[in-house]
């Protein structure tokens, strides 16, 4: 997303380049055509119209429209999944609809294109109780320092920015802002994403724009392809089959991810290493997957199924379902799986089950 800012043009020049790069390698660039079949790829250019045209920070209504998205602790605490309310009622017509689309095209990861410094800048920009100038970490710190700094890494004269050190910086440390599009999209949905300032001067002459994109366009191929690591999969009904809404939570991390309610896929970023994860549905037993390790590479991939402790599929849970997971933990011939938790067949099934009963 480029331009909530109507006088900062320079994303949007980068995100039509990029554009014009994917549509013309595609027949001939072999790496563009496997990068386009295993990433969906969404570019929004132009995100504030009349200011851009006004050459005014603004939208038409005078409102700031990377200071009208929805605050942390004032216009919300949990995420969508957990209240059911978007909250664009009443917002600026260009927040509401891209808070609409954002919540529409769930993503794995988002950046947003500003001018005015030369830094990858990342979350949070404001935490309750942190004074600005003050560094405010969020649960994936490890994580947004090494997505910023692969963008910053392929951007030369980014990563030797005299004021940020290898070009990066948390948002609050530099300073607090509220009402900003990326602590709300990671926050409320669930979405990392970035504040890349690509120009300490907001509306550079046309004529530097071929050296921008000199130096931006390995940083943004190298940015899509951090959306590849970490943890992927589907969660589905275990009866059925259907895809689920769910919460995916990684053990020691408050963030939680969502699956597609259309298609059950999820996918959370996560560097190297052994985590364990905790599947949360409504009317679902929660189930848990320890040790799972992430490799560098493409997302190490867990599938999951949850159950609503309808374990012998009658459409009711009754005692017998109890049994069922009784024989099951006894050893004796069962023809469904009663490992409700993902932790093995044990006591906990049992109980599991008669919580639900």
Known sequence: VSTVHGDEPVGMEMCLSFAEELLAGYDSNTYIQDLLSRTVLWLVPLANPD???????????????NRSFPVYSIDYAGTWYDTG????????????????????????????????????????????????????PSPDEDVF?????????????????????????????????????????????????VTLELSTIKRPNSSSLPQF????????????????????????????????????????????????PEMGNYHRLLLPGLYSLAF????????YKDDITVAAGPATRVNVTLSDGDLNNTGNVTSADVHCAVDAVLGRAVTFDADVDGRGLSATDIQAISNRV
Request: hydrophobic content about 40%.
């Open 85 to 136: 309310e978007l909250g664009d009622a009443g917002r600026q017509p260009e927040v509401a609809l891209l808070m609409q689309w954002h919540a529409a095209v769930p993503g794995t990861l988002a950046a947003n294109f500003h001018t005015g410094a030369l830094v990858a800048n990342y979350p949070y920009d404001n935490d309750p109780g942190i004074p600005s100038g003050t560094a405010a």
């Open 213 to 260: 994109w000199i130096d931006n366009r390995d940083a943004m191929f190298a940015y899509v392809e951090t959306a590849h690591m970490g943890i992927r999969g589907v969660v589905l009904e275990r009866n059925t089959g259907e895809a689920l809404w769910s919460k995916v939570l990684v053990s020691g991390r408050d963030q939680p991810v969502f699956s597609s």
């Open 280 to 287: 949360e549905a409504t009317g679902y037993i929660t189930y």
């Open 145 to 193: 320092r090494y997505i910023s700094l692969q963008y910053s890494m392929n951007n030369p004269p980014m990563y030797a920015s005299p004021a940020f050190p290898q070009g990066i910086t948390n948002g609050s440390a530099w300073y607090s802002i509220t009402g900003g599009m990326m602590d709300w999209n990671y926050r409320f949905l669930g979405c990392p994403e």
């Open 51 to 65: 200011g851009y045209v006004r050459y005014t920070r603004v939208n038409a209504n005078g409102w700031d429209i």
